[in-house]
Nanobody, 123 residues
């Protein structure tokens, strides 16, 4: 299974972008699909996660501005990012975990990773 992230770009502060993460290479219905980001000189951090059976979770820094969604198991997972700030600038990675885990906010919780897409927010 491979994850393909897309949708990044350059946007002014206050603008919006929508990222997509599509899975290929076979039947794949992971328990968690989410997004992390990594800014220059910083560790990769949790952004949001979509759980197959229920709620979504967000980092405090993006609550109220970002929305993670998925229409159904065959469609990509999206990250709608509104009211973007310069501090949102980072490479955004999609990630997936096949089976249930009580933990979802750490990079080691995930089995599959996409290649990353650059998001740059200018002030």
């Amino acid at each position: 299974v491979q994850l393909q992230a897309s949708g990044g770009g350059l946007v002014q502060a206050g603008g919006s972008l929508r990222l997509s993460c599509a899975a290929s290479g076979g039947t794949f219905n992971p328990y968690y699909m989410g997004w992390f980001r990594q800014a220059p000189g910083k560790e990769r951090e949790f952004v949001a996660v979509f759980r197959s059976e229920g709620p979504t979770y967000y980092a405090d820094s993006v609550k109220g501005r970002f929305t993670i969604s998925r229409d159904n198991a065959k469609n990509p997972v999206y990250l709608q990012m509104n009211s973007l700030k310069p501090e949102d600038t980072a490479i955004y990675y999609c990630a997936a975990r096949r089976y249930y885990s009580s933990s979802y906010g750490n990079t080691r919780d995930y089995d599959y990773w996409g290649q990353g897409t650059q998001v740059t927010v200018s002030s």
